[in-house]
């Protein structure tokens, strides 16, 4: 595996699901990132860790839980989610704090909320 | 304001020139990139410019920054159809950890 994988890439669930969404990264990087990516509208930076500690939490609702077990891998815990939580979850690495190579993207999750 | 603008759509025809335009409110930015997205993919990083300079040129893609308007913009030479995608603007602020401020994306449309 190279770059940045995600896993799922569809998810389908139900209001009373509990669910998880898995990114792990190979590139060696020491900084994650959680974003949403809803159409038309800007992404929404939701978690970010930096060298396996939480950096930002952007006002985002306690149905979602993010765990970073170490450098390579992320994890989003979904439980009780709403129809508008539907959208593109993107996860994305960088190598802090570098700033010209950017922040590398998995292909994201589409989760649909039923 | 917060904001990084960008049009939704815009649409040229296979061969002539693509210009995606992008506003940004923040003078202490730093870097200013342009991501593309195709349909399926995550973002990839395309190219870059450092707030010092006024332009970037890279193959088909040149990068103009007018820091004084606060405008940022993605020349793609030759549109190709292989460059339908929606392009995104990002900036770096001094203060923002090192976090990006996103734009909303233009996709870009290929008429043959």
């Known amino acids: 595996e190279t770059g940045v994988t995600q896993t799922p890439r569809h998810l389908v669930m139900g209001m009373t699901n509990k669910k998880s969404l898995k990114c792990e990264q190979h590139?060696?990087?020491?900084?994650m990132y959680w974003y949403k990516q809803s159409a038309k509208k800007p992404l929404e930076l939701m978690f970010v860790?930096?060298?396996?500690?939480?950096?930002e939490n952007n006002s985002v609702p306690s149905r979602f839980s993010p765990e970073c077990p170490n450098s390579s891998h992320l994890f989003l815990h979904l439980h009780t989610l709403q129809p508008e939580d539907s959208a593109l979850y993107l996860c994305?690495?960088?190598?802090?704090?570098?700033?010209?190579?950017?922040?590398?993207f998995g292909p994201g999750t589409r989760l649909t909320v039923t | 304001g917060e904001d990084v603008e960008q049009s939704l759509f815009l649409s040229v025809r296979e061969g002539d020139s693509s210009v995606i335009n992008c506003t940004y409110t923040d003078s202490s930015s730093t870097y200013l990139y342009w991501y593309k997205q195709e349909p399926g993919a995550g973002l990839q990083l395309l190219t870059y410019i450092f707030s010092n300079m006024d332009m970037k040129q890279d193959q088909r893609l040149t990068v103009l920054l007018n820091k004084k308007d606060k405008h940022l913009s993605l020349r793609i030479a030759d549109t190709q159809t292989g460059d339908s995608a929606i392009y995104f603007c990002a900036e770096s602020r001094g203060d923002s950890n090192y976090q990006l401020i996103w734009g909303a994306g233009t996709k870009l449309i290929i008429k043959p």
């Open positions: 994305a690495s960088s190598q802090f704090p570098d700033r010209v190579a950017g922040q590398y």
């Open positions: 860790y930096n060298f396996k500690e939480q950096t």
């Open positions: 590139l060696g990087h020491n900084a």
